[in-house]
């Protein structure tokens, strides 16, 4: 099975190529990408960029944002947060829901003002009964928390604003 790093990076590769579909197979197990071409007019923005992941052989789908969707997120966290210039953002590598810490009543990974590594975890976010851990993958000091504890997220939203 494919890690999620893999899997990032598939998306990755296949939201900047021209291909609209991908799928692998692997011993019984399948992996299914495809890109979502809807302008934002014809569909909210919420629903414009839909990932599902499951783990059960040969049902696998996720699927990657529309480039539309990934721009207009990127877009409006840029003019909502200009006192952070500099900063780097740690995004969502898939869709699903944001948890600060392992369980309701233990302490967030992270805080503002936490030094984390690039191995650092920072916070977990769930699809379809997965829970992934998503590491900083950059060296700095958390400035900015950009979603609240059990928010949607979607593909490339940024989580995070870290200065080096």
Not at 14 to 28: A, C, L, M, R, V
Not at 81 to 95: D, F, Q, R
Not at 109 to 137: H, P, Q, R
């Amino acid at each position: 099975m494919l890690k999620v790093q893999e899997i990032r990076e598939l998306i990755k590769l296949i939201d900047q190529s021209t291909i609209d579909e991908f799928t692998y197979e692997n011993d019984g197990e399948k992996i299914k990408l495809r890109k979502q071409v809807q302008s934002a007019k014809q569909q909210p923005a919420a629903e414009t960029a839909t990932e599902q992941v499951k783990t059960a052989p040969v049902e696998s789908a996720p699927s990657a944002p529309a480039e539309k969707a990934v721009s207009e997120t990127e877009t409006k966290q840029t003019t909502e947060a200009p006192s952070s210039e500099g900063a780097i953002e740690i995004k969502s590598p898939m869709v699903g829901t944001f948890y600060q810490s392992s369980s309701p009543d233990a302490e967030p990974f992270v805080k503002v003002g936490t030094k984390v590594n690039e191995d650092s975890t920072v916070c977990i976010v769930e699809a379809m009964k997965l829970f992934n851990e998503i590491e900083a993958e950059v060296k700095g000091e958390i400035v900015e928390i950009l979603v609240k504890d059990g928010q949607l997220v979607e593909y490339g939203q940024p989580l995070f604003l870290v200065k080096e």
